[in-house]
């Protein structure tokens, strides 16, 4: 084959630090519109970006010219300076240093669009640490808990 055609989608998860509430309503939109602006200047525009108080859900569609590590970096870094400096102005404010990522097949994209759509709804019901643990169940990831939260 002449040419690369690739189509990876994916689900990242990741928290503020320590799981704090520092993601408020007014800031949210903004915020995953700036997110969404990294995604696509690395060449891996996202789908749909979404989350709550401690946490955000990406879909989006992985390039072939970076490492998943890479743009998630990218996304992290960038997004927590925008928060430190426009969105929230906290100097405190710090992503998580990990992340889940998943792979999502073409069939599976309007269910977890859903899913990413209804965060808030969906958080009524569990907590993060509920939701990453079922996320990661479910696709089979092992983990140890000891590692998992900071």
Request: zero cysteines.
């Amino acid at each position: 084959m002449p040419q690369s055609l690739i189509k990876n989608l994916v689900h990242l998860v990741f928290s503020t630090k320590h799981r704090r509430p520092w993601l408020p309503d007014d800031v949210r939109e903004s915020l995953f519109g700036y997110q969404a602006g990294i995604f696509k200047q690395w060449e891996s525009p996202a789908l749909v970006i979404g989350g709550v108080e401690d946490h955000v859900h990406a879909l989006f569609s992985l390039t072939k010219n970076h490492a998943l590590k890479k743009i998630v970096e990218e996304v992290k870094k960038g997004s927590s300076k925008w928060m430190k400096t426009d969105g929230t102005k906290n100097r405190e404010f710090h992503w998580q240093n990990g992340y889940a990522a998943f792979s999502v097949s073409e069939s599976n994209v309007p269910e977890v669009r859903r899913y990413i759509e209804n965060q808030r709804e969906h958080h009524r019901k569990l907590t993060f640490e509920e939701e990453v643990r079922a996320l990661l169940t479910r696709h089979g990831v092992e983990f140890d808990e000891r590692y998992v939260w900071d």
